[in-house]
């Protein structure tokens, strides 16, 4: 499956970015969808995923309350909000998917085969 992340952008400190990550040419049926950020000089970190076919969300406990993710079944898409942003939420975002996913390693970067490019979140204090 090939993923397309877009919806980075430049945000102040408190602002809002949505993010959205796209299938082209397959379904996301089946798949575990996850979000994944790295800042500079860090290792990449999970922030959000969902089983598309069950809608199970989990996220980093860290970021939840402010990062909701979903899914448009229709436009095969899965999305980010990313609301009362802070600095320390700078960093590139990718999304990633895995068709054979156990609950367990849900939350590790090297449980997913199939990466984006990457989308640049940067917000100012």
């Known amino acids: 499956v090939q993923l397309q992340a877009s919806g980075g952008g430049f945000v102040q400190a408190g602002g809002s970015l949505r993010l959205s990550c796209a299938t082209s040419?397959?379904?996301?049926?089946?798949?575990?969808v996850g979000w994944f950020r790295q800042a500079p000089g860090r290792e990449r970190e999970f922030v959000a995923g969902?089983?598309?076919?069950?809608?199970?969300?989990f996220y980093a406990d860290l970021l939840k309350g402010r990062f909701t993710i979903s899914r448009d079944n229709a436009k095969n898409t899965v999305y980010l909000q990313m609301d009362n942003l802070k600095p320390e939420d700078t960093a590139v975002y990718y999304c990633?998917?895995?068709?054979?996913?156990?609950?367990?390693?849900?939350?590790?970067?090297?449980?997913?085969?199939?990466w984006g490019q990457g989308t640049q979140v940067t917000v100012s204090s």
């Open positions: 969902i089983a598309w076919s069950t809608r199970v969300i």
């Open positions: 990633a998917g895995s068709g054979t996913m156990i609950v367990s390693a849900r939350r590790n970067r090297d449980a997913y085969a199939y």
């Open positions: 040419g397959s379904s996301f049926r089946g798949y575990t």
